[in-house]
Structure formats: structure tokens, C-alpha cells
T-cell receptor, first 116, second 113 residues
Framework: NAGVTQTPKFQVLKTGQSMTLQCAQD?????MSWYRQDPGMGLRLIHY???????DQGEVPNGYNVSRSTTEDFPLRLLSAAPSQTSVYFC???????????????FGSGTRLTVV | DAKTTQPNSMESNEEEPVHLPCNHS???????IHWYRQLPSQGPEYVIH???SNVNNRMASLAIAEDRKSSTLILHRATLRDAAVYYC??????????????FGRGTQLTVWP
């Protein structure tokens, strides 16, 4: 049971480049989400999904796109990278059955992105 | 909108109990209280959660005030591996905030040998 797998672990981009951060989970979790964490701060929600084909914006969605074609995968796309997107990105998933409030999240180990 | 208030830092000696407090005075009836911790260079790790009653698991205990406006995470015997940032978070499954976790800055726990 791998849990939540994020790739790559490290990435350096030039301003204006695009890329996709991959996230996959093997726990059959309906709920998946992306967070970013900047130095000295807590995590902020970028986008989330309550199931395949359904996505919605979080607190800081600008500059990012997501899609959810399968239960397992939830990729995050940076359309045109900017230095302000330098951050550590975490993907997380949970069950949603019986109400999300009572379900714990499983987080991936993160992708450290630097935009120069 | 973190919704919770925690001390910035706390310290403990190894093998002593640690009580990490959290205030959530605006908690609603559908909010669950979650605790996560984050070790250096790792993703957050689920610790425990509860709604109204105190909860125990292999990692920790969660004590919830009767009015639910505060809670305390209890590590019964701190180890050096418990040194981390601990986040107290409210999670609900209502409408526009469906399932979101609002992370504040958490409490940095230092454990001394």
C-alpha cells in the first residue's frame, strides 16, 4: 500500500515554463486536494476534488489547473510558471463516505518547486 | 481563515507528557477537530481527530472541552521523534468549505533529551 505518491520530488523551472505535478493514491479515496506551503507558513489549499470529474477551487487557485479523470490521479498543472509559485506542494486524499469531517487525510511527501 | 489559535512553540523533555492546547471559539456543530503534525521536510501526518468525546489512539489522546471551544492534544511520553510542528484544524463537510483543512502556523514542539 503506497498511499499518496507525488512526482517529481524536486523541480526547477524557468519563468514562463509549464509543467504538471503528479499525484496518485491507491486507497480508493474519493477526496483529493493540492496544498502549497511557503516558508514559515501553514498549508494553503489550491484546488480540490470530491470525486472523478469534479473539481473546485481553494484559497489560492490562480495560475494552476487541475483535472480528475480517474479516482486514483489528481495532477496539478502550472500554466506559466512564475517565481511566486516557488513553494513546496503537497497532495492529500481522504475517504468521503459518512461525511468528510470525520475522515483523516493522507498526505504525500511533497514536491519542492523552484521557479527562476 | 485558520479558525484555531495555538501557541507558536512549546518545549518538553524526553519521556515527559506533553499537552498541546488549541482554542477554537467559533467552532460549529458540524466541525470535527483534527490534529496533524509535520516533521522537517515531510508532509503532514494525521494524528487524531474527534467531534465531542475524548479520543485515544496509539499516537496520542485528544481531550475536547465540554463546550468544544478548546481542545488539547496529549502525547503521553514525548520522544525525540515527536519534535515537529503540530497543527490543530477544524474540518467540516458543509457546502462551500467542503472537507477543507485550514492550516494555521501550528505549534513547534521541541523535545530535549
Amino acid at each position: 500500500n503506497a498511499g499518496v505518491t507525488q512526482t517529481p520530488k524536486f523541480q526547477v523551472l524557468k519563468t514562463g515554463q509549464s509543467m504538471t505535478l503528479q499525484c496518485a493514491q491507491d486507497m480508493n479515496h474519493e477526496y483529493m486536494s493540492w496544498y502549497r506551503q511557503d516558508p514559515g507558513m501553514g498549508l494553503r489549499l489550491i484546488h480540490y476534488s470530491v470525486g472523478a470529474g469534479i473539481t473546485d477551487q481553494g484559497e489560492v487557485p490562480n495560475g494552476y489547473n487541475v483535472s480528475r479523470s480517474t479516482t486514483e490521479d489528481f495532477p496539478l498543472r502550472l500554466l506559466s510558471a512564475a517565481p511566486s509559485q516557488t513553494s513546496v506542494y503537497f497532495c492529500a486524499s481522504s475517504y468521503s463516505g459518512g461525511g468528510l469531517g470525520g475522515q483523516g487525510y493522507t498526505f504525500g511527501s511533497g514536491t519542492r518547486l523552484t521557479v527562476v | 481563515d485558520a479558525k484555531t489559535t495555538q501557541p507558536n512553540s512549546m518545549e518538553s523533555n524526553e519521556e515527559e507528557p506533553v499537552h498541546l492546547p488549541c482554542n477554537h471559539s467559533t467552532i460549529s456543530g458540524t466541525d470535527y477537530i483534527h490534529w496533524y503534525r509535520q516533521l522537517p521536510s515531510q508532509g503532514p501526518e494525521y494524528v487524531i481527530h474527534g467531534l465531542t468525546s475524548n479520543v485515544n489512539n496509539r499516537m496520542a489522546s485528544l481531550a475536547i472541552a465540554e463546550d468544544r471551544k478548546s481542545s488539547t492534544l496529549i502525547l503521553h511520553r514525548a520522544t525525540l521523534r515527536d519534535a515537529a510542528v503540530y497543527y490543530c484544524i477544524l474540518r467540516d463537510d458543509r457546502g462551500s468549505t467542503l472537507g477543507r483543512l485550514y492550516f494555521g502556523r501550528g505549534t513547534q514542539l521541541t523535545v530535549w533529551p
